[in-house]
């Protein structure tokens, strides 16, 4: 017996989670997607797990690609979440126009400043419901060049984490 969708999705937003902005390139081109469903499963081989709805267009080029990018966004980002969660309406190609973009090993976008960013090679993946669990082994990490603290997303809000660290010690 399990308990009803909205029942779950109401007790999930009580579990705060870092923004992530979720990239690929590749010969079904480039997208991105904002996500908060990314967990680390094992250090060897390095691994990240990222759940993305089945009927979404993200979904078809990760699996196409065969590559993609964890940007987990600072705390001055939440403009970047809004464009890639859809918010602004904009094409896919135009959400790259917000924010520095580069790349690393597997050509998928590496948003500069993030607070880090894992380049992945997808290995597997899983349906489960209206989700697939992409199992993404990492290449190679990126870390931002300032500070500016994390930013999660809690009780259907966004939320700024380590700011208030960072204020004290600049004071």
């Known amino acids: ?98 924010g520095s973009w580069t790349r690393q090993l597997t050509g998928a976008p590496v948003l500069d400043d993030a607070v880090v960013s894992f380049d992945c090679v997808i290995t597997d993946s899983v349906e489960k419901g209206t989700h697939t669990v992409f199992f993404a082994e990492v290449v190679k990490t990126r870390y931002a060049s300032k500070d500016c603290g994390g930013l999660i997303y809690f009780r259907r809000g966004y939320h700024h984490v380590g700011a208030d660290e960072l204020e004290a010690l600049a004071a």
Not at 57 to 63: A, D, L, P, T, Y
């Open 1 to 98: 017996m399990t308990i009803d969708r909205q029942a779950f999705r109401n007790a999930m937003s009580e579990l705060g989670a870092a923004v992530n902005v979720i990239t690929s390139d590749g010969r079904a081109g480039r997208y991105g997607m904002t996500a908060s469903a990314v967990c680390s499963i094992t250090d060897d081989p390095p691994t990240l797990a990222v759940c993305v709805n089945r009927a979404s267009q993200s979904n078809v080029v990760f699996k196409e690609n065969g590559v993609l990018c964890v940007n987990t966004l600072n705390a001055e980002q939440e403009d970047i979440s809004a464009v890639f969660a859809g918010a602004t309406k904009c094409a896919a190609e135009a959400r790259f126009e917000t």
